[in-house]
């Protein structure tokens, strides 16, 4: 088990590794008596990107690592190369041993890339700290996500339960500094990646619905400002949720809608946003039946909901003085005698109807149930959903970049831009329902649940489709994440979408 901590301070540990540009990282080693000259020598002279060497310091063998960070990015790349550290930090950090990193940038745009600056002045630890703005900031770090990502939670590896219990430490080294309350912000950031990366990498043997839904009981129990709303079973088609209904009927664990909402004492922020994620906790495709090998990572689909609870988490934990929910929709897409059939007519709570005429099409019906939920009894300003919805995602926008589709400009804009500050990248899908909206037409419905041609933008159709149940009265701003490339890596949950979804809150907040 790796423990992080953003900390400016460390004991001795048995590895040492500086990550940056490489002019930066070998001017701020000079003259340091803590670090060997011979490998700052030998990686200022630009012939080797990363170099390791060992020393003896007392009786222990300590490692010193100097890896150099490409500054070039294109305008599509955010502030900062996160992804380069992601890959520097798995690959240059034993499993055993307490680490040191220390990221090394030029500019504080870097280090705060979110707002600027941090400020969490709920902890009230330094009484200098937000006296020039009116309302908490919250900031995320592209690179402080990018280590945590290199640290996953979760194992069922016999080798790993004997490993002992270590540390990474990380720091930075910028011009003017990094406060204690910024450093605080960091691990609670950072900690509800990786517990969103968990849940992600946990199979549904573990984490069905029933056990994800006392693990979300678990971790909001310590906030008194959250409350908890859940409905399961039966009781979501008594109340005309039957989208997330029909998705999870045949599993043994019957499907939920779980709401969480954030009510602080004093509102001071006016805006009132909803993240509607898709929990879909295993996806065998339902009678539409996936193949062998795509059914395999099917775990992975409940990462929309993982990271709308990290962000919820984040929030809570950090004072965010706003009104604040998080939708869930949870279910196990399981083949059985009570699954639903293509052909199948869904009510949705929107109040449109639904032709099946895919079963593996079934993320958008529960986040349509969960978006029209949001709209009609929350009160929103904004809603996002988030979802690993479409493969075809992949094809429109790439493995590291979102698609977020969006009917308004600015909101558009306000999640491409906390894509970009935060590391969590996102791209434009394309927003055309007069063309689109066909795809989903029906003889006997209201619209089918699959596009009719899949050559013809399906990760905007699927968008469309979820847009159709928002509450036909609610006039806020809405946009569709979808995250199916960017979620996981290598058989691992990166936990995106935690830090995308609380730098959408604070940019929600600034505009």
């Known amino acids: 088990m790796t423990t992080l901590h953003y900390t400016p301070t460390s004991p001795e540990v048995g590895v040492y590794l500086f990550i940056g540009d490489r002019g930066l990282v070998s001017s701020s080693l000079a003259g340091s008596s803590s670090v060997p000259t011979g490998p700052v020598e030998v990686f200022n002279e630009g012939k080797i990107d990363i170099v390791s060497t060992w020393e003896k310091v007392g009786d222990k063998r300590v490692q010193y690592v100097l890896a150099h960070l490409a500054k070039e990015r294109s305008r599509n790349m955010g502030f900062v190369r996160s992804d380069l550290v992601h890959e520097i930090v798995g690959a240059q950090t034993p499993k055993e041993d307490d680490v040191k990193i220390t990221l090394v940038l030029e500019s504080g745009e870097q280090v705060f890339p979110a707002a600027w600056y941090v400020v969490f002045y709920a902890w009230n630890v330094n009484e200098n700290v937000g006296k020039n703005v009116n309302r908490i900031t919250f900031g995320i770090d592209a690179l402080s996500s990018a280590v945590a990502r290199a640290f996953p939670l979760y194992s069922r590896k016999s080798s790993v339960a ?98 969480l909402t954030h009510t602080p004492k004093t509102a001071i922020i006016a805006a009132r946003p909803v993240f509607v994620g898709k929990g879909i906790v295993y996806d065998t495709g339902g009678l539409s039946l996936k193949s062998g090998p795509g059914m395999v990572g099917m775990k992975e689909d409940m990462a929309g909901s993982a990271a709308c609870l990290g962000a919820f988490l984040t929030a809570v934990e950090l004072g965010h003085e ?74 429109t926008t790439g493995k590291k970049h979102a698609g977020v589709l ?96 609380v730098g959408i809150l604070d940019e929600i907040k600034k505009n």
Request: charge should be negative; hydrophobic fraction near 40%; proline fraction near 5%.
């Open 162 to 259: 004997k490993l002992k219990p270590r540390n990474v430490y990380v720091d930075f080294t910028v011009p003017g500094g990094v406060d204690e309350a910024t450093y605080k912000g960091l691990n609670v950031v950072t900690n509800a990646i990786r517990t969103a990366a968990r849940l992600v990498d946990t199979p549904c043997g573990d984490l069905n619905v029933t056990t994800y839904v006392s693990e979300i009981r678990s971790l909001v129990s310590p906030f008194p400002s959250v409350t908890t709303t859940v409905i399961s079973g039966e009781e979501l088609q008594q109340k005309g949720l039957n989208g997330v209904y029909s998705v999870g009927k045949a599993a043994v664990n019957p499907p939920a809608l779980v709401i």
């Open 322 to 395: 706003g009104v604040f929910s998080v939708v869930l929709c949870l279910a196990e897409n399981a083949i059985g005698s009570n699954a639903q059939r293509p052909d199948d007519i869904i009510p949705m709570l929107s109040g449109k109807t639904v032709e099946v005429n895919n079963t593996d099409a079934e993320g958008r019906l529960v986040l349509g149930d969960g978006v029209a939920y949001a709209t009609k009894y929350l009160d929103p300003t904004h809603v996002v959903d988030i979802a690993t919805l479409t493969g075809a995602q992949l094809i």
């Open 406 to 501: 969006s009917r308004n400009a600015d909101f558009e804009k306000i999640v491409l831009d906390a894509g970009q500050k935060t590391g969590d990248w996102c791209f434009p899908l394309l927003y055309a329902p007069e063309i689109l909206k066909k795809e989903f037409d029906s003889k006997i419905a209201d619209m089918r649940n699959s596009v009719a041609d899949r050559m013809n933008a399906q990760s905007s159709c699927a968008g469309h489709f979820i847009e159709e149940h928002l509450a036909a009265e609610w006039q806020g701003r809405w946009a569709h994440v979808d995250m199916a490339g960017p979620s996981a890596k290598d058989q691992r949950s990166t936990g995106f979408g935690v830090a995308l979804l």
